[in-house]
């Protein structure tokens, strides 16, 4: 008897794809073998060039399902003037993901740090569209931080407070006295990124137009 669509088993690529994504998170590129995948997933190394020709196209693929999931949210964002409640949802949407699925801030991490294919579709697919000058900015407080020139500057903060979180948040779980990745510990993080987000934009929006000068 076959199982309901939902309870069904995934099947070998889908398989071989979650290994890869696990192990390239936890190891970098460079540090995974295929046979740490085949060895992951169940079946002989050779077993592998059935589904992805070589290291480099799993990687890309495991890049590429990642990015579909994690880009979408930003591409929405774009459709429509960018006002401080529109962001604020966007924010929320990536920080959940994130928690849900560190897999891709880890990955992140290894590829600033040691390189690796498809870095070039990371920068242009999922960062690129961060940095991108939209016309249509609906709140005072975002057209200041681009008029002063410190838009980049407030994408980058964000990409870190929110990434650097799940990269580095289990060092601290001693400290913070319980699992990082709880729900609880979700609220928490959710309502820090909102919080910084509103001082950011407060000061932004009672600034001068371009930075004073030390």
Known sequence: MSLPAHQATPGTPQRILDAAEDLFAEKGYKGTSLGDV???????????????????????????????????????????????????????TIVRKHHANPNLARLLQHAALSGGPGTNDLIERFFQPMFHTDEGLAQPGLRALEQAGLQPWAVMAFNNLVMSYVTMAPMYRDLLGQDPFSDEALERQLALVKTVLQAVLAHAGAAPSTPSTL
Request: proline letters at 5%.
């Open 38 to 92: 085949s060895a992951r997933v169940g079946i002989r190394s050779p077993s592998l060039y059935n589904h992805f020709r070589n290291k480099e196209a799993l990687y890309r693929a495991v890049l590429e399902r990642l990015l579909d999931e994690f880009a979408a949210p930003m591409n929405e964002l774009h459709q429509a003037p960018i006002s401080v409640e529109r962001l604020q949802v966007w924010l929320e």
